[in-house]
């Protein structure tokens, strides 16, 4: 029960998360964006990490943080941010919907992972319940920029590969570390990239301080980047990469619910028979 609430809560918080992107990547920028988000969750947890600093294990798998660092964090919070300057962050969070499949294809190619039968049926379940949300109209993920969908669709392809890799090489190093220590090169990347790429962007965040972005920069570092990370990798160590990712069915559910009580916005019955649809998805993919 534990792992099924720790799921719902981490899609209540990423399905915010799409909202508080598409805030602060005009004044931060893509990579900006970046920086800011894993240098806040960083800050957050940190003080606990060094309260821990005894449990470490030795010798330290840096070569392991360092990748899930970048391919778990820094870049794909990038394409995620430089997505939502093409496509609006409804769209981005159904593309963020092809995560459970490429996890489970990327494990069978590059893990040996092997999916049972209920789970394909489980991810396809799930995926047809993301195209009842559109009402069954798919022709604007065709409309949009190919930029916008292309960026997100890797960046669901980083998380399927780091969900795995994360779970080979640093089960045992410890949840609170390598959730710190992935925001710390995450903010790293983001940083070097932001310098490369548009040094004068901090400067330019500075000048467009706004309530609306502070309270962006709290709810996507300190909880979208921090307290998710924690829960993601808590998922993953007690269940397994695919269901871990199958938060990412529940993401646009979460949107729309944000949508209804923050923004007034109506919810139609294809939502609500989405909603079923892909609860049903997520049970037989991450069904024992």
Not at 43 to 61: A, D, G, N, Q, S
Request: with cysteine; proline share 4%; aromatic share 12%.
């Amino acid at each position: 029960m534990r792992v099924y609430v720790a799921l719902i809560s981490l899609s209540l918080i990423w399905g915010l998360s799409f909202v508080f992107i598409s805030i602060l990547s005009e004044p931060a920028g893509v990579w900006g964006t970046v920086f800011i988000r894993c240098i806040a969750g960083a800050l957050l947890l940190l003080p606990f990490l060094w309260f821990k600093r005894k449990e470490i294990i030795r010798p330290v798998p840096w070569k392991a943080l360092l990748v899930v660092g970048v391919v778990n964090a820094g870049l794909p919070w990038g394409l995620i941010a430089l997505s939502q300057t093409q496509i609006n962050s409804s769209l981005a969070a159904v593309l963020n919907a092809f995560t459970p499949i490429f996890t489970g294809l990327l494990g069978l190619v590059f893990f040996g992972a092997v999916l049972l039968k209920q789970q394909w049926i489980g991810i396809a379940i799930g995926f047809f319940g993301i195209i009842i949300i559109m009402d069954f109209d798919v022709t604007h993920l065709f409309g949009e920029s190919f930029v916008g969908i292309g960026t997100m669709i890797l960046a669901t392809m980083c998380y399927g590969f780091s969900s795995h890799y994360a779970r080979r090489h640093l089960k045992s190093a410890g949840i609170l570390f390598v959730t710190t220590c992935t925001l710390v090169v995450g903010a790293v990347f983001g940083g070097t990239m932001m310098l490369l790429t548009n040094p004068n962007q901090l400067q330019t965040l500075a000048q467009n301080v706004s309530g609306e972005v502070l309270i962006a920069v709290i709810g996507l570092g300190f909880f979208g980047s921090g307290i998710a990370h924690l829960l993601f990798f808590y998922i993953m160590n007690e269940r397994s990469p695919e269901f871990a990712t199958s938060v990412t069915y529940l993401i646009p559910i979460s949107a729309i619910l944000w949508g209804y009580f923050l923004l007034e916005e109506p919810i139609s019955i294809h939502m609500i028979v989405g909603l079923v649809v892909i609860l049903c998805g997520v049970y037989l993919t991450t069904r024992p």
